[in-house]
C-alpha cells in the first residue's frame, strides 16, 4: 500500500536551563553558572532511498530531545536534532502558516520545529555592580506545528489512461516492475514505478474516469502523481468500443484538473493490439493518425523493444 499523504505533529526540544552556582566550592561568592543548551529541532529531510510515506502511518507525534541543563563552569550540551526521512517529490507544508517546501532533490531539508533557545546561567549575568547574581534563564520551548506531507512522485515518464486499458501489464512486460494485474476495471489502486535498462523512470498511474479532476473514482490523489512526470503515455485499447471518446476523455480531465498536465508532451499508445484483427488495429491506428500512434501487446516482443527505444529517447 503506497501511503502518500500523512499529517504529523512535531515539536522542538526545550532549550536547557541555565544554572546557579558559585565558584569552585560553597565558600566561594564568584558566579559560576553555566548556560543550558539548545534544544533540537526536528527536520525533514529527502532521501533517495525512501519510496512512500509508510513509517508515518502510524508514528504521528514527533518530539527533539531537550537541551541539557548548566552546571557550574561547564554548559549543557545541545539537543540533537531528528532527521525524518521522506522521499524525493514529498511536499512539506505547515497547515498553520500554509508555508510550503518542496523536496526534489536528496540531501534537501526543511527544519519544521525549531529547538528552544538555551537559558543562561548566572556566570552569563555577572560584572562588576554584581558580583553574585542569582538571575538566570530556564530556557525556552521548542517550536510546535502540524505538518503536511504530500508525496507526488518523481518518474520520466507516466502511463496514463482508462481503467482496463492494459497499463500495468505493458510496464510489466518492459520493466519488470510488479504492478498488480486481472480484468477488471481498477486493479491497480496505488501508483507503481518501473526502471528502464537506460535509468528511465515509469509509473503506472490508477485508471482515471471522467470527473477525476473534481475527485471521482480515484480523483485527484493519482492526477497529482503526473505533476512531475516530463512526457505522458496516453493508452487507449484497441479493443474499445469508442477508442476516440476514450482518449478524449482523459484528455479533458488533464485539461480539468491543470497544473499544465495537458501541455505535457504525449506518446499515443494503442494497447491490446493483440485482441483485435489486423484490420481493426489498423483502423483504430488511422483514426490516431494525427498523434502519431504506437500499437503494441505485451504478447509482441518487436512491439514491446519499439516502445521501449520510444521511451529512451525521450
Known amino acids: 500500500m503506497l501511503i502518500d499523504e500523512v499529517t504529523i505533529t512535531v515539536t522542538g526540544g526545550k532549550g536547557g ?103 543562561r546561567g548566572n556566570r552569563a549575568f555577572s560584572h562588576a555592580r554584581a558580583s553574585e547574581p ?35 501489464s505493458l510496464l510489466n512486460a518492459i520493466t519488470k516492475a510488479q504492478s498488480k494485474v486481472a480484468n477488471y476495471n481498477f486493479t491497480t489502486l496505488e501508483p507503481h514505478l518501473g526502471v528502464l535498462e537506460d535509468g528511465t523512470i515509469l509509473a503506472d498511474i490508477p485508471g482515471l474516469i471522467e470527473g477525476a479532476s473534481e475527485g471521482k473514482g480515484l480523483g485527484t490523489k493519482f ?12 493508452c487507449v485499447s484497441a479493443d474499445s468500443v469508442d477508442p476516440m471518446r476514450d482518449y478524449r476523455a482523459i484528455r479533458g480531465e488533464l485539461e480539468s484538473y491543470g497544473a499544465g498536465l495537458s501541455e505535457k508532451k504525449e506518446i499515443l499508445l494503442i494497447t491490446k493490439a493483440d485482441t483485435v484483427s489486423a484490420e481493426e488495429l489498423k483502423a483504430v491506428v488511422k483514426l490516431f493518425r494525427d498523434h502519431a500512434p504506437l500499437a503494441a501487446s505485451i504478447l509482441d516482443e518487436d512491439s514491446l523493444k519499439k516502445l521501449k527505444k520510444k521511451l529512451c529517447q525521450i
Open 223 to 234: 492526477l497529482r502523481h503526473i505533476r512531475r512526470t516530463r512526457v505522458l503515455v496516453h
Open 134 to 168: 542569582k538571575r538566570f534563564e530556564p530556557g525556552k520551548p521548542g517550536g510546535k506545528a502540524v505538518i503536511g506531507l504530500e508525496l507526488q512522485l518523481i518518474a520520466d515518464v507516466g502511463f496514463i489512461g482508462l481503467p482496463n486499458v492494459g497499463k500495468s
Open 17 to 119: 536551563r541555565g544554572a546557579v552556582t558559585f565558584g569552585e566550592d560553597r565558600y566561594s561568592k564568584k558566579p559560576s553558572g553555566g548556560n543550558g543548551g539548545n534544544g533540537g529541532s526536528v527536520v525533514i529531510v529527502a532521501d533517495s532511498q525512501v519510496l512512500d510515506l509508510s513509517r508515518f502511518r502510524f508514528e504521528k507525534n514527533f518530539l527533539a530531545p531537550s537541551g541539557v541543563s548548566g552546571r557550574r563552569n561547564k554548559d549543557g550540551a545541545a539537543g540533537s536534532d531528528i532527521l525524518l526521512a521522506v522521499p524525493r517529490g514529498t511536499l512539506v507544508y505547515n497547515r498553520a502558516s500554509g508555508i510550503e517546501n518542496e523536496l526534489l532533490e536528496a540531501g534537501q531539508r526543511v527544519v519544521v520545529a525549531k529547538g528552544g533557545l538555551r537559558g
